[in-house]
Nanobody
Framework: QVQLVESGGGLVQAGGSLRLSCAAS??????MGWFRQAPEKEREFVAA????????SYADFVKGRFTISRDNAKNTVYLQMNSLKPEDTAVYYC?????????????????WGQGTQVTVSS
């Protein structure tokens, strides 16, 4: 019954912006976040946000460039990505957690979307 569907990925030039969306269904989640995975690389944490949106966590490499937010009326989490760099190129995955935390590891999340491709050209 639980489903997470990402959207908003695409091709953008370095320095540009994209806004990713993740629509959840089946239930609500205290913690929701974003991870990314480049080819031949491990999946890495990007950002996470709590239910009220007042607490957020960011990976160092996106701090100041990306902003995570959520709209609980739509059960949707967003990732606004600005000042994109070629090294940001990856498949971005939405993750949801049923526990009262915002983990920064993949094991901390119970549900995952199928991902959306983000490609940043130099």
């Amino acid at each position: 019954q639980v489903q997470l569907v990402e959207s908003g990925g695409g091709l953008v030039q370095a320095g540009g912006s994209l806004r990713l969306s993740c629509a959840a269904s089946g239930r609500t989640f205290y913690g929701m976040g974003w991870f990314r995975q480049a080819p031949e690389k491990e999946r890495e944490f990007v950002a996470a946000v709590t239910w009220r949106g007042s607490s957020t966590s960011y990976a160092d490499f996106v701090k100041g460039r990306f902003t995570i937010s959520r709209d609980n009326a739509k059960n949707t989490v967003y990732l606004q990505m600005n000042s994109l760099k070629p090294e940001d190129t990856a498949v971005y995955y939405c993750a949801a957690d049923s526990k009262y935390t915002i983990p920064t590891t993949t094991r901390g999340y119970d549900y995952w979307g199928q991902g959306t491709q983000v490609t940043v050209s130099s």
